[in-house]
């Protein structure tokens, strides 16, 4: 079962009924007609909308969608790939002074959203792979942890941000997204790093992909930001580039920490991600704490908040 749905001019409306006569079926409610053919059945409803739905819903609706419209589709399909293509990294830029950046924590109900740009260079990549560094998500809390510290002893220089969980839950309120506070987070990680290594030649800022570039470059936009003319984005780049599995790894390493210091806050260990088991844990802590200890611990408008309520 495809569908298909698009809304349509009244006029149109008029010939597809015209069009369907012979085809047409009891009307639903605040439909204009449906009609049932071998390909679809098609319903049109008063706002103009019209659902082709069936086996082969594409055949029925090629007739009514205009010449213009399938060619501004496709405008807009190329326009995105372009936008990809243009801030892809170049393949190059892996093996070179370039500086990486990811975050940690965004997934998590309970603790801050950690994020680090590393700046590496050309002749640190082979040590950086020689003592392990990957993507931090294949790695348990005690390599991270062992790892981050191999990373600061090298002295590859970073800078580290961390959301914590007040601040993340008063942007929110504000009606940030959680698209735009990674983005700013990592802007700021980058400008700080930039400051911290002056001079360093680096050919390119690698950014973990979360969201397309375009979208990156708008919330920087709506900050008054712009965007570093060197910026790619790839997802999964931790695979790619070292200096964005350095970044997960030490973003990682301080998220793990952060969720140690707020299980020893509130006496209680806390669970990462934000699985069913996180709504229990929720419950037992507002039995414990009261309701008014989540907002310094948790990412308040994720769903477990109210789910949490079922344990109570
Ligand atoms: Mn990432």
Redesign the pocket.
Known sequence: MGQKAATFPKDTLKQMKNHYKDHLEATPEWAIFRAKTNNAVITAYQSGKVLFQGSRPDLEFKKWISQSSIQKEINHKERKSTLQHHFHPPETLFSRNHIGS??SGTGDYFGPITTCAVYVKEEQITLLKEIGIQDSKNLTDEKIKELSKHIIEIEVPYSLMILHNEKYNQLQKQGWSQGKMKTMLHASCISSLIKKIADAPYEGIII?Q?CMPDIYEKHLTSERKKIDDKTFFITKA?NYSIAVAAG?ILARASFVKEMDRLGQLIGTPLLKGASSKVDQLIANIIRKKGEQILPSIAKLHFANTKKAHKYL
């Open positions: 990811d975050e973990d979360f931790e997960s």
